[in-house]
């Protein structure tokens, strides 16, 4: 960083102290003038490309949840679940995870 900001500050020397490079601010013409652009020009338009939308199918399937019973269990229902740990055997070892059953009892 520190180079970058020397680099930067030497430039800027070097550029006052060259003979003949004063810098001259622009005069604003009283007409307003209009730029008119040929056939062979780019313009902003034409240079973003437009690409059509592409639509994505959406299909609906008949969802279920994934908890038993699948149907509505009523108003005074509990879920009780029961918690254990399980061991899992993997490539990189053996790892103790946490395992939880659920199931809807009437409350």
């Keep these: 960083m520190k180079r970058i900001v020397t680099v930067a500050v030497w430039a800027a020397f070097a550029g006052l102290l060259l003979p003949g490079t004063m810098a001259q601010a622009q005069t604003a013409s009283p ?23 592409r639509r994505v199918p959406i299909y609906r399937q008949d969802w279920a949840p994934d908890v038993y019973p699948r149907y509505n269990p009523g108003p005074n ?31």
Aim: a positive charge; aromatic letters at 8%.
């Design 77 to 107: 229902a509990v879920r009780s679940c029961t918690a254990h740990y399980a061991p899992e055997y993997r490539p990189s070892g053996t790892v103790i995870t946490p395992r939880m059953n659920c199931y809807w009892r009437p409350g």
């Design 31 to 53: 007409e307003p003038r209009i730029a008119t652009a040929s056939k062979s020009a780019v313009t902003d338009m034409s240079a973003q490309r437009r690409r059509p939308l």
